[in-house]
């Protein structure tokens, strides 16, 4: 079954740094991408999504994802994040012939001022 | 438009009891997921449905029905909860077509006492 994997946990930023989160997934045929977003105590919203064409995908808030095939990677990247960057970050993966999302265990980002 | 509302918020339970929590789109959207987050182990699919009247088994089904008797609605039932079935759930839904992007609702902090 298509799967994802975030290999960083958590993640503690200063203000200012550059943030780069992994994402790997298993299939190696045509495959739709998502980062989801979860800010302290909310629900999660989208950050941005892959489906086909230029492979850098740009999403909201300075946020940017590049799906490299080769290494089944989408790993997310912003080059300056802020203290409300502070959130729990998910990669995503259709599944289920297009029925289904397969989320990644997440990754805590905390930034610091 | 609301987008995606759960009810209720907040709930605590003995074990044992049962309780439904209901989730209502005003998209109309086709699809409806239930989903639990456990803290290291992201979001995991309950039950899923595809249009009004039909439903699916997600990754972690056991413990959990539901019923789309209404486009608008899915119901998450728990006919005796454990204290493994504490969490937060989450309802999203999505349309048809090929966009594949899930809208969620804020969440239901549940726990099993």
């Known amino acids: 079954a298509q799967s994802v994997s975030q290999h960083n946990h958590h993640v503690i930023l200063s203000e200012a740094a550059s943030l780069e989160l992994g994402c790997n997934y298993s299939y190696g045929g045509t495959v739709n991408l998502f980062w989801y977003v979860q800010y302290p105590g909310q629900h999660l919203q989208l950050l941005l999504k892959y489906f086909s064409g230029d492979p850098l995908v740009k999403g909201i808030k300075g946020f940017e994802a590049e799906f490299i095939k080769s290494k089944f990677s989408f790993n997310l990247r912003k080059p300056s994040v802020q203290w409300s960057d502070t959130a729990e970050y998910f990669c995503?993966?259709?599944?289920?012939?297009?029925?289904?999302?397969?989320f990644g265990t997440g990754t805590q980002l905390k930034v610091e001022l | 438009n609301a987008g995606v509302t759960q009810t209720p918020k907040f709930r605590v339970l003995k074990t044992g009891q049962s309780m439904t929590l209901l989730c209502a789109q005003d998209m109309n959207h086709e699809y409806m997921y239930w989903y639990r987050q456990d803290p290291g182990m992201g979001l995991r699919l309950i039950h899923y449905?595809?249009?009004?009247?039909?439903?699916a088994k997600g990754e972690v089904p056991d413990g959990y029905n539901v019923s789309r008797l209404k486009k608008q609605n899915f119901l998450l039932g728990l006919e005796s909860a454990a204290p493994s079935q504490t969490s937060v759930y989450f309802c999203?839904?999505?349309?048809?077509?090929?966009?594949?992007?899930?809208?969620f609702g804020p969440g239901t902090r549940l726990t099993v006492t």
């Open positions: 995503a993966v259709v599944t289920g012939g297009g029925n289904k999302l397969t």
């Open positions: 449905s595809v249009g009004e009247g039909t439903t």
């Open positions: 999203a839904s999505r349309g048809q077509g090929e966009s594949y992007e899930q809208y």
